[in-house]
């Protein structure tokens, strides 16, 4: 494995052998900030080092993603746009075949790039096209058509507008089904995991099959609607990370990255975004991660998503197929 000039190791993926820092930043926001202040906290951690960003169409960090990329050229922060890798995803408004590609082109118009590292397909389901609420309303919601839209997704690579492309929140029954079909294969999937939903079975599926898995929520989400305080205030994690001279956070961090799993963190404090790049010149050993391994089980964001006033979707079932 490679690392960036900042010392964040690379995974590479796919035929072309594309090179993805491990640590991304995510750019996800609750309760919502002005852009500008997503912009300056982008900004903040390109110069703290971070090179992988991780926004999505319904995001609304697109633009600010956009000119903190132009910002941090124009005064040298980096060299050249390629120095970074910049994923974003289809909201599901977007996800019918002939919407694929013209959703891809906006997006890189918000982001004033030429091509993306990544494009994923945000949910495994559709809603009415063009709507972009949230939550999606019941009468909104249509089964997602997985042929035509797979086949946009490779034609977006195709024309060379990504450099891969992939899925979000997928289980191993919808991975299935795509692989059935797809002439280029999902390179990501993206979904929530962390030490209290630690997604063995969907780790297994993707190593078995070269998806490379990719953590959001690596923390609980802590602080948004989609969130809780489960990982950050969990016993276990306290008190190795007391043991270790580290963090809650930093424990989570390190053993998902040690499970050979992608990470996307959002901060944008200063202090937590450094902390959060404390994670390469250490391990955990063997009893620290067997208790880790022994901790109960349940899914957090996901299940809070479903079941909120909030909630996106109909049913845990319309994604993860009634799996644990
Ligand atoms: P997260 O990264 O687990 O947690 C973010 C929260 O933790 C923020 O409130 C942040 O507050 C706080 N935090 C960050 N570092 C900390 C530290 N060292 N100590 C204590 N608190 C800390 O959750 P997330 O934002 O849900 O996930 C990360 C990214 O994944 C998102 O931003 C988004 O890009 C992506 N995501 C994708 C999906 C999907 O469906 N594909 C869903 C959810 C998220 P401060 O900013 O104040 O530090």
Not at 22 to 29: D, N
Request: hydrophobic share 40%.
């Amino acid at each position: 494995m490679g690392s960036t000039s900042f010392g964040i190791p690379e995974h590479r993926f796919g035929s072309n052998g594309e090179k993805m820092p491990v640590l991304g930043f995510g750019t996800a926001v609750f309760p919502p900030v002005r852009a500008e202040a997503t912009k300056m906290a982008i900004l903040q951690s390109i110069k703290l080092g971070y090179r992988h960003f991780d926004t999505a169409a319904k995001y609304g960090s697109e633009q600010p993603l956009g000119e903190a990329i132009q910002e941090a050229l124009s005064i040298g922060l980096i060299q050249s746009r390629d120095e970074l890798f910049i994923t974003t995803k289809l909201w599901c408004g977007d996800a019918h075949g002939d919407l694929v590609v013209p959703a891809l082109k906006r997006s890189l118009q918000n982001l004033k790039l030429e091509y993306l590292d990544l494009f994923l397909i945000h949910w495994p389901v559709s809603c009415k096209p063009g709507t972009y609420e949230f939550p999606i309303k019941e009468e909104n919601f249509l089964p997602m058509d997985f042929n035509s839209i797979w086949a946009a997704m490779e034609e977006c690579q195709r024309l060379n507008l990504t450099k891969s492309i992939g899925v979000s929140n997928f289980s191993c029954k919808k991975l299935t089904d795509i692989l059935a079909i797809a002439n280029i294969p999902p390179a990501v999937n993206q979904v929530e995991m962390n030490p209290m939903w630690q997604q063995k079975k969907l780790r297994e599926f993707c190593r078995a099959n070269g998806i490379f898995l990719t953590a959001y929520s690596p923390l609980g989400a802590n602080g948004t609607f989609w969130g809780s305080d489960r990982v950050l205030e969990c016993e276990v994690l306290k008190e190795i990370a007391k043991a270790k001279g580290k963090t809650a956070a930093q424990v989570s961090l390190r053993w998902i990255y040690e499970q050979g799993v992608g990470v996307i963190v959002k901060s944008f404090n200063g202090e937590r975004m450094k902390q959060n790049l404390g994670i390469f010149d250490w391990s955990l050993d063997e009893d620290e991660l067997k208790k880790i391994d022994e901790l109960p089980q349940s899914r957090g964001v996901t299940g809070v998503a479903y079941t909120s006033k909030y909630g996106p979707f109909r049913t845990v079932e319309d994604i993860w197929d009634g799996e644990m």
